[in-house]
């Protein structure tokens, strides 16, 4: 699995509760929303759900003990460190009273003290233990300390009885935590086309015609996209990235390759985003053997070139009203003049003019530009290109607005 430091972490803490099989599917959700997932567990949380299951689902080590990584001795404090979000699911009756205390006498419980992200509780437990002065008391002071208290629903309790104290929904905890974290959920209706990468242009079975595109700014759209909710159909060209999960992927490797999966996928989108390199020219006659030294010079020395079909500008007349269409200018210099013609030359709804050269652009993590539209500039400064990619859409959802 793919993190990098673009990805935001939330820190799962399991507790000793059956619902704690819960939670392997709250793990697998907020991957699913490009969100980075590591776990630490109570030790009687290890007596319902095994340190091996979480290890796999998040391909990260688990915590259990204090002392349990030789080479990370304040454990505690670089998984709190490492979090942007706190998130205790299921959550005791025993370790809310050690929260609410001030007891930190584990792994988990020691890390949510020295925590300074936001913690959220989602509690689950018999209803007579959720119900005692105890634990209301001991929730009121945590709520009272700013920690968000995800309510245990009404439902049949492993005990038996029915009553308030059933694990809250996977999806509301999801959402919550995505809250939390500052992900919008704005999206779930929305389909999202993008291409991404460079396109390569066969000369013979072995040569080809590229760029250095490297599709991490395509990918980041993609990533960004699902985080908010949406469908999104990744048109990729070769890259060295990992897939993105819970995107369709589709790999393409020349330009008429790439309008043909657009035009496939195009119909179903709400918003298609061309962010791919695309070649512009190809080889007329790419030969499907290789060409050799001595033998084939003529065709070596010589490489005529054809036109490649420009996919956003056919984007841009296949779209109907309800569809919009946004592409890129990479551009050295005069951004805004250069974005402005592409955006009336290709009829796009937005371009996103972005500055390349001086190490900026290709290949790199950040990205900076202008977001162009036909009454508005948006000057995006330098960010991650996952922040860069959620700026995008934040134009894009007000143009639809
Ligand atoms: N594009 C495309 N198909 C092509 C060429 C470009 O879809 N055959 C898209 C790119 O994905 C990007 C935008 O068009 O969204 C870039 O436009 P382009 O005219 O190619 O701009 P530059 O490559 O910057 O070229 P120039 O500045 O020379 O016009």
């Not at 998984?79 to 792994?107: M, R, S």
């Not at 060209?237 to 990992?242: F, K, Q, S």
Request: aromatic residues 4%.
């Amino acid at each position: 699995m793919e993190t990098n430091s673009n990805q935001p972490t939330v820190l799962i803490g399991v507790t000793g509760c059956i619902a704690a099989y819960k939670t392997c599917e709250i793990v697998r959700q907020l991957q699913k929303a490009s969100v980075r997932v590591k776990v630490v567990m109570t030790q009687h949380a290890t007596e319902f759900v095994g340190p091996t299951t979480f290890r796999a689902l998040t391909h990260e080590p688990v915590a259990v003990d204090l002392f349990d990584e030789a080479g990370a001795p304040v454990h505690h404090v670089s998984l709190a460190q490492e979090c942007d979000v706190f998130l205790i699911a299921p959550c005791t009756a025993n370790v809310l009273a050690k929260l609410a205390n001030g007891v930190a006498d584990d792994l988990l419980t020691t890390t949510a003290v020295a925590c300074e992200a936001p913690i959220l509780v989602a509690p689950a437990m018999n209803v007579h233990m959720y119900e005692d002065a105890t634990t209301q008391e001991n929730l009121r002071m945590l709520k009272s300390r700013g920690v968000q208290v995800i309510e245990p629903k009404v439902g049949w309790l492993a005990c038996g009885e029915t009553g308030k104290g059933a694990l809250e929904s996977v999806e509301v905890i999801v959402a919550a935590t995505l809250n939390a974290l500052g992900l919008k959920r704005d999206m779930e209706d929305i389909s999202v086309l993008i291409t991404a990468g460079p396109t390569v242009e066969p000369i013979d079975a072995v040569r080809f015609i590229s760029n250095h595109s490297s599709g991490k700014m395509g990918y980041a759209l993609a990533k960004a996209a699902i985080q908010r909710g949406a469908q999104v159909t990744l048109v990729s060209g070769p890259v060295a990235l990992e897939p993105v999960d819970g995107a369709k992927m589709v790999y393409v490797k020349t330009a008429r390759e790439m309008l043909a999966a657009c035009e496939e996928n195009f119909e179903e989108a709400d918003v298609a985003i061309c962010s791919a390199a695309v070649a512009d020219m190809r080889p007329l006659h790419a030969s499907d053997r290789k060409l050799k030294k001595g033998s084939d010079d003529a065709q070596l020395s010589t490489i005529a070139l054809v036109e490649n079909p420009d996919i956003l500008a056919k984007l841009c007349v296949m779209k109907r009203e309800d569809q919009l269409v946004v592409g890129f200018a990479a551009e050295t210099d005069d951004l805004v003049e250069n974005g402005k013609a592409k955006l009336a030359r290709k009829h796009a709804d937005m371009i996103v003019a972005n500055k390349v050269g001086d190490g900026k652009g290709f290949g790199t993590d950040d990205n900076e530009g202008i977001l162009i539209t036909a009454n508005n500039l948006i000057e995006v400064p330098s960010m991650s290109k996952v922040r860069f990619a959620h700026a995008i859409f934040d134009a894009i959802n007000s143009l639809e607005a």
